[in-house]
């Protein structure tokens, strides 16, 4: 997992409500893969340049205490494929 070992290097924090899997990669090319179950979390760094989720359904996106709507876009709503220009929208870049 990305380091985030300092509270300001938190970026995304994504919280399961079902089952669904993870692939992150940030700047560094460092990369995270994980299978969530409801009820788990998972804090990324800050940095992200690729993040891809399985079943966007069963998740909630954080960025900055504030939940991000990201369902709709999803082109099929399961999976999620989001790129370093898209991730930068979410963050408010």
Same mark, same amino acid.
Request: aromatic share 6%; glycine share 8%; proline share 2%.
């Given at each position: 997992?990305?380091?985030?070992?300092?509270? +300001?290097d938190i970026g $995304?924090? *994504?919280?399961?409500? #079902? !089952?669904?899997?993870? $692939?992150?990669?940030?700047? +560094?090319?460092? @990369?995270? @893969?994980v299978t969530l179950?409801?009820?788990?979390?998972?804090?990324?760094?800050?940095? !992200?340049?690729? !993040?891809? *989720?399985?079943?966007?359904?069963? *998740?909630?996106?954080?960025?900055?205490?504030?939940?991000? %709507? *990201?369902?709709?876009?999803?082109? %099929?709503?399961?999976?999620?494929?989001?790129?370093?220009? @898209?991730? +930068?929208?979410?963050? #408010?870049?």
């Amino acid at each position: 997992m990305p380091p985030t070992s300092r509270r +300001s290097d938190i970026g $995304f924090v *994504i919280h399961a409500n #079902g !089952l669904c899997w993870v $692939f992150a990669r940030d700047a +560094s090319g460092r @990369e995270t @893969e994980v299978t969530l179950r409801a009820g788990e979390d998972l804090q990324l760094a800050r940095d !992200l340049n690729y !993040l891809a *989720i399985g079943d966007v359904t069963a *998740i909630e996106l954080r960025f900055g205490n504030q939940t991000r %709507d *990201i369902v709709g876009l999803a082109k %099929d709503r399961r999976v999620l494929r989001l790129n370093q220009t @898209e991730l +930068s929208r979410l963050r #408010g870049e």
